[in-house]
């Protein structure tokens, strides 16, 4: 079955920089790749996806790209703010059972 | 619209005893997730339900988990005799099933908190 590893953990920021998250995957049948973001207390929620006929994609300050030789897919976030922190989970599914990542908690400094 | 929601918010029970825990999905939703997610960690996997087909269950961690879904809407995750290990929140999520498309945005919901003492 898919198995999906996220890096970092953790991650500090201040205010302004850039955040990137990476994750990659096992099975190359997976063909959606979507990116959710939890606050404390809430359930996650989808903040952007990209498809495997799909390089990359932004959405404002939010960018993923997909390497699918490689098999890696990665979040970039520019010009952070207090309020991008949160917890960001990576997932990857082949047919509608999404397989998450562990998980990165993005800290953003004033 | 109203979105996916659970109830309760949190529960707190003594080992052993069983649980009930109910999601309400997003009217029209056709799909239906259990994931556990516990302290840190990332969502696990527990059963998808689509439409009128019989339930992945592959994600079940054991014979005491089991879920339904009535009338292709609300579902009960239940827990039976439960143990410490299964302190966690539990997320449901629902989508709209495109026909011919493999792509789904899941809908999550706020989550139960299970307390198991």
């Known amino acids: 079955g898919e198995n999906v590893e996220q890096h970092p953990s953790t991650l500090s920021v201040q205010e302004g920089d850039s955040a990137v998250i990476k994750c990659t995957y096992s099975?190359?049948?997976?063909?959606?790749f979507p990116w959710y973001k939890q606050e404390l207390g809430k359930g996650p929620q989808l903040i952007i996806d990209i498809r495997s006929n799909v390089g990359e994609k932004k959405d404002q300050r939010i960018a993923v790209t997909l390497n699918k030789t490689a098999k890696h897919f990665s979040l970039h976030i520019t010009e952070t703010q207090p309020e991008d922190s949160a917890v960001y989970f990576c997932a990857a599914t082949g047919f509608q059972k999404l397989v998450f990542g562990t998980g990165t908690r993005l800290l953003v400094s004033p | 619209g109203a979105g996916v929601s659970q109830s309760p918010s949190n529960k707190v029970t003594e080992k052993g005893k069983d649980v009930e825990l109910r999601c309400d999905p997003i009217s029209g939703h056709t799909a239906l997730y259990w994931y556990r997610q516990s302290l840190g960690q990332g969502l696990e996997f527990l059963i998808y339900?689509?439409?009128?087909?019989?339930?992945?269950k592959s994600g079940l961690p054991s014979d005491r988990f089991s879920a339904e879904r009535t009338g292709g809407s609300v579902s009960t995750l239940t827990i039976q005799r439960t143990q410490q290990e299964d302190s966690a929140v539990y997320l449901c999520?629902?989508?709209?099933?495109?026909?011919?498309?493999?792509?789904?945005?899941?809908?999550f919901g706020p989550g139960t908190r299970l307390t198991v003492l």
């Open positions: 999520a629902s989508s709209l099933r495109v026909a011919g498309s493999s792509y789904n945005e899941q809908f």
């Open positions: 099975d190359s049948a997976s063909n959606y």
């Open positions: 339900f689509q439409g009128n087909s019989a339930p992945d």
